[in-house]
């Protein structure tokens, strides 16, 4: 069985002013959506599935269905803020999505099989996603259905530009998650890389710690447990404006419940993104570097 790559493209993208999804960063006008869709049929994913918000259909289709449809089988999902589980509603001033959790949720009816989840604006590398094909193959094999993780190190997922979220992790010895704590203002300080608070105060973290960068693995039966945890996510936090239902933290629950046994794979191929507008003439000068390389070609999609 062929698993599906699930694609998260339904973010404002407020701190870089403008819809990054569909920004080219490649020779031929590519977006880093697209190095990542190449990347995972080259590792054997079978569909896409996309979720996007309904406002930025139109254009988001514009740019990938011509060039997509010819190589993999593609789907749309939407995520939208008043979709929620039955009696519940907006709240009043709320124009911020529901988080990555929410997001996952919007695909159980088009997912049947396992499935990789990555955001729209992170180039991760093929490696990376050779590593979670073999993942689900082994799994395959052994009859298993556990969750994997592909990570990476702390120190090489910053902005030189301003804050980023990561989820910090922390393993046992054979490589198996024990919990994930997002953390949503790390930043390179004169004193090493921190977790900086509202107020000012300031956590150093380790350079080498691993992170999740939303490379998940999982099997349909996350999404029972998504709907479960995201009604007691608005039992508890829907009325604050601005409070998300992250996908590491659902994992963290069902973790330390003992629901759910999640791999974590390190994967030491390059990572970068793009967060902020300034970021963006690495982002450029990193992809034209690997396809002088020949590690892609100068045009994705022939």
């Given at each position: 069985m062929k698993p599906t790559l699930v694609i998260l493209a339904a973010g404002i993208g407020s701190r870089y002013g403008g819809l990054k999804q569909i920004d080219p960063i490649g020779p031929s006008g590519e977006t880093i959506l697209d190095y990542s869709v190449f990347d995972a049929i080259r590792a054997g994913f079978g569909k896409v599935v996309f979720i996007i918000?309904?406002?930025?259909?139109?254009?988001?289709?514009?740019?990938?269905v011509s060039r997509l449809s010819k190589h993999i089988k593609i789907e749309w999902v939407f995520q939208e803020l008043d979709k929620l589980p039955a009696g519940y509603s907006v709240p009043q001033g709320r124009i911020k999505p529901w988080?990555?959790?929410?997001?996952?949720?919007?695909?159980?009816?088009?997912?049947?099989?396992?499935?990789?989840?990555?955001?729209?604006?992170?180039?991760?590398?093929?490696?990376?996603?050779?590593?979670?094909?073999?993942?689900?193959?082994?799994?395959?094999?052994?009859?298993?259905?556990?969750y994997a993780m592909v990570a990476y190190e702390l120190n090489n997922t910053l902005s030189d530009f301003g804050t980023v979220s990561r989820g910090i992790c922390v393993t046992d010895n054979q490589g198996w998650l024990n919990s994930v704590t997002e953390l949503t203002r790390i930043a390179k300080t004169t004193g090493g890389i921190a977790d900086i608070q509202p107020g000012g105060e300031t956590t150093l973290l380790r350079e080498n710690d691993p992170v999740s960068m939303n490379f998940w693995g999982f099997t349909p039966s996350l999404f029972d447990h998504l709907k479960k945890e995201f009604t007691l996510f608005l039992d508890s936090d829907k009325d604050h404006l601005k409070s998300e239902f992250y996908i590491p933290s659902v994992v963290d629950t069902l973790i330390k419940s003992g629901q759910e046994k999640v791999k974590v794979l390190r994967n030491p191929g390059q990572w970068f993104g793009i967060t902020y507008q300034e970021d963006k003439p690495l982002v450029v000068e990193k992809v034209r570097n690997l396809v002088r390389n020949g590690h892609y070609p100068e045009k994705l999609w022939e």
């Amino acid at each position: 069985m062929k698993p599906t790559l699930v694609i998260l493209a339904a973010g404002i993208g407020s701190r870089y002013g403008g819809l990054k999804q569909i920004d080219p960063i490649g020779p031929s006008g590519e977006t880093i959506l697209d190095y990542s869709v190449f990347d995972a049929i080259r590792a054997g994913f079978g569909k896409v599935v996309f979720i996007i918000r309904k406002d930025i259909e139109h254009d988001f289709k514009e740019v990938f269905v011509s060039r997509l449809s010819k190589h993999i089988k593609i789907e749309w999902v939407f995520q939208e803020l008043d979709k929620l589980p039955a009696g519940y509603s907006v709240p009043q001033g709320r124009i911020k999505p529901w988080g990555t959790g929410h997001a996952l949720i919007m695909v159980a009816d088009a997912v049947k099989e396992p499935f990789a989840v990555i955001n729209a604006d992170d180039f991760y590398g093929r490696q990376a996603f050779e590593t979670i094909a073999t993942f689900f193959n082994e799994q395959e094999i052994q009859k298993k259905k556990d969750y994997a993780m592909v990570a990476y190190e702390l120190n090489n997922t910053l902005s030189d530009f301003g804050t980023v979220s990561r989820g910090i992790c922390v393993t046992d010895n054979q490589g198996w998650l024990n919990s994930v704590t997002e953390l949503t203002r790390i930043a390179k300080t004169t004193g090493g890389i921190a977790d900086i608070q509202p107020g000012g105060e300031t956590t150093l973290l380790r350079e080498n710690d691993p992170v999740s960068m939303n490379f998940w693995g999982f099997t349909p039966s996350l999404f029972d447990h998504l709907k479960k945890e995201f009604t007691l996510f608005l039992d508890s936090d829907k009325d604050h404006l601005k409070s998300e239902f992250y996908i590491p933290s659902v994992v963290d629950t069902l973790i330390k419940s003992g629901q759910e046994k999640v791999k974590v794979l390190r994967n030491p191929g390059q990572w970068f993104g793009i967060t902020y507008q300034e970021d963006k003439p690495l982002v450029v000068e990193k992809v034209r570097n690997l396809v002088r390389n020949g590690h892609y070609p100068e045009k994705l999609w022939e």
